[in-house]
């Protein structure tokens, strides 16, 4: 029999299809693949795309040039401008405010042929320090409520170029489903005076049998109420709000977290495509009439990533109601990835 499981952090619930759950084997399907001609995020192409507002060398070299390993630069085609004010004014029954905001890409590294599997943990290392350098830069805007870094990999997971990038998009409203991630971890930490996602992780180290990685540095484990097969968390062991604030030693623990992940998931669906998103703290900025409305955020809210391969597409059902059927359960896909027979990693 199939159960509903409800997730306490997304407040959502969710269909567990247990018998006859399908296995790594029901999602090797073929790829769409996207060729270029001319790709803009590739060496000796700099002058294709806009100005970069950060990148790191192996040395210094003028900006503009090559002999670079991360690059980022607003991106050609933005959801959103970082120029003007944001005018917020009613229409009718309506708001309406302008489209303010900062949409950048990070290209990861100048092999158009790669993806992030194939990163060493220092080349890793690298692009984590880029996320960094552009949320404590951006979140110095008052307008901004909220910064979200996300990853797609793959034609089916969003991603119009295979060059390896990432982007950031910073908008000046809170998201609804981050604004009730924060409203669930501020309330639970009211009533109990612990983190939520703190005791979510003491839960699973416990059971065991969701997880998938734990290094006493970052875990990851298939969420209980998993809306997707294959989704997977990853967290750090210890508390931390803000994955800005993270030291050199943490970026080089989480890169391994990511590189042995992204491999596992690789080998066992056959370099699926797959969604990446950084669930960070807001910026901090002051609150007209809410002197303390961030009171609490460094104690009750607990930065991670989500990591959901796309492998199954929503339909009726699940846009009707806002309920998934996942078709694998959490325990079968962590025990999958977890119980991998990897080959070696160059």
């Keep these: 029999m199939s159960e509903l499981r409800w997730n306490p952090l997304r407040m959502n619930w969710v269909i567990v299809v247990k018998e006859r759950g399908r296995g790594p084997q029901d999602y090797h399907l073929e790829r769409e693949r996207v060729t270029t001609t001319s790709c803009p995020f590739c060496y000796g192409q700099e002058a294709k795309t806009t100005q970069e507002v950060f990148a790191i060398r ?39 405010m302008n489209g303010v905001g900062a949409h950048e890409v990070i290209v990861e590294s100048p092999d158009h042929g790669r993806s992030m599997a194939d990163f060493s943990p220092a080349e890793i290392v690298d692009v984590l320090k880029a996320y960094r350098a552009r949320l404590l830069d951006l979140r110095k805007d008052p307008r901004f409520r909220y910064i979200i870094i ?120 056959r370099d699926p495509p797959y969604n990446l998103v950084l669930h960070n703290a807001p ?37 009707g109601t806002g309920f998934h059927i996942n078709p694998t359960p959490p325990e079968q896909a962590a025990r999958y990835l977890r119980e991998a027979n990897l080959p070696a990693v160059l």
């Design 58 to 96: 192996p040395e210094a070299n003028p900006s503009g040039t090559s002999n670079w390993k991360v690059r980022v630069i607003p991106n050609k085609y933005p959801a959103l401008r970082i120029e003007g004010d944001l005018d917020k004014r009613g229409v009718g029954l309506y708001d309406v």
């Design 150 to 269: 996300f990853k797609n990999h793959g034609v089916e997971a969003g991603a119009t170029i295979p060059h390896p990038h990432s982007q950031l998009i910073a908008v000046p409203i809170t998201p609804p489903v981050v604004a009730t991630k924060l409203s669930v971890s501020r309330d639970y930490y009211h009533r109990k005076e612990r983190c939520l996602m703190c005791d979510m992780l003491d839960q699973e180290r416990e059971e065991k049998e969701r997880l998938v990685r734990d290094d006493d540095h970052f875990m990851v484990f298939a969420p209980f109420a998993s809306s997707f097969p294959f989704e997977l968390c990853i967290a750090p062991r210890r508390h931390s709000h803000d994955f800005a604030l993270l030291g050199d030693e943490e970026l080089t623990a989480l890169a391994e977290t990511l590189k042995d992940t992204l491999y596992r998931l690789r080998h066992v669906l």
């Design 283 to 319: 910026p901090m900025h002051l609150r007209l009439g809410k002197p303390s409305h961030w009171g609490s955020l460094p104690y009750d809210y607990h930065w991670h990533i989500e990591l959901v391969p796309r492998l199954v597409k929503t339909a009726g059902f699940e846009r």
